[in-house]
């Protein structure tokens, strides 16, 4: 095997572990751990929002379903694009001030518990299990991912591959949290768009050209270029949906929590979208024009055709030079990292905040905190491994059920939540169960072809607006802390 791929692999993962290292030495309590104790900057909130976002679906699900199913596929974009826009403008500011506002919130079910002066912690345990339930299957999503970046550039069995690739995440988490995760998806987010936008230049020029290109993909399958092939309102809508899911992913909402103030937010919304943006635009470039250059090289398309989601590594194994693509390609590593640390992150913060301190060791010591959040890395680590075991797992499936149970259990909790004053606890509680109901039942029936989150979406917002209504009205406590909250966040 050429030397180059292990080399700078390892070279990126020493890097990671390095910064776990400089992190852990910064971290004193365990809102360091969780939350890096609010300190993040403008552009470390926007490139670290992004990079915990854009996983290994990124590089690998998205283009490779384009690459399958033609240019339709990039109303998935659209619908990010949008969605991350309003969750950047409605919710990212609102929820800093609001956190900070309810008790200091480290964790979204303590924000929750606070926000609604929930005495019977009904909030906390529902939404940690939620948490739990849906970020598992999450994390296993980017174990997978890393497992088959693994098992094709070094030529490794699957279940080697799987621990391989999940073993530095696991281990930079647990040893630096919030603030380690932080600082690696900056570098990460660097990687990712420098990769994303050279590597679709040289898939055209390798294919004869846009033009020339265009000419392969329409003449392979005119349904390629098509944005409406094979595509009722229905398929359009379920695409666009996944825009929704932004507004209740706890690992993104953590980055606005952890910004220094929310007037760091306005900047960190202009890097952040500019990033996405260019990203997005390469990834789907590389699947369409992937088409091209694989029609054109037939005996090299075999294990792209095998499994799609492939095709950026075929690609820059393909075209570049091996230490070139061993950069490139830690792009991947780089993507499927940064979303899995800070997912394990807040699923041990779920544990060890909301479970363990509130109700079995509330005089639990900062430190003993720390320790048992880092164990919680390792648990939930474990159990994401084991659901990883299945090698037919595909990254974009896992992704997009796991990302409409959030965006249907969370996103009208959290949205609502910082914008309406009248908003009561047991609004949020029927909301969030009855999100996450139908998206688990819509899932197992798949009712007219619509993709789960949006009904999720909408009938949880229903039902916080109409039980929130019909009951007693917040406190005169409840409704001046969001009062203060909103003042503050207006405030010059």
Known sequence: MNTALPVTFLSYIFGMLLIGFIAYRATDNFDDYILGGRSLGSLVTALSAGASDMSGWLLMGLPGAIFLSGISKSWIAIGLTIGAYLNWTLVAGRLRVHTEANNNALTLPDYLTSRFEDGSNLLRVISAIVILAFFTIYCASGIVAGARLFESTFGMSYNVALWAGASATVLYTFVGGFLAISWADTIGATLMIFALLLTPVFVVLAAGGVDASMLVIEAKNAANVDMLSDLDVVAILSLLGWGLGYFGQPHILARFMAADSHHTIRHAKRISMTWMVLCLLGTIAVGFFGIAYFENNPTRAGSVLANGERIFIELVLQLFNPWVAGILLSAILAAVMNTLSCQLLVCSSAITEDLYKAFLRKSASESELVWVGRLMVLL?????????????????????????????????????????????????????????????????????GLYEIIPGFLFSAITIFVVSLVGRPPSFAMTTRFSRARAELHAA
């Open 380 to 448: 939930v680590a474990v159990v994401a491994i084991a659901l990883a075991a299945n090698p037919k797992n595909r990254v974009l499936g896992l992704v997009s059920y796991a990302w409409a149970g959030f965006g249907a259990a969370f996103g009208p909790l959290v949205l609502i939540s910082v914008t309406w004053s009248r908003m009561t606890r047991n609004g949020a509680l029927a909301g969030m169960l009855v999100g996450a109901v139908t998206v688990i039942v819509w899932k197992q029936y798949a009712w007219f």
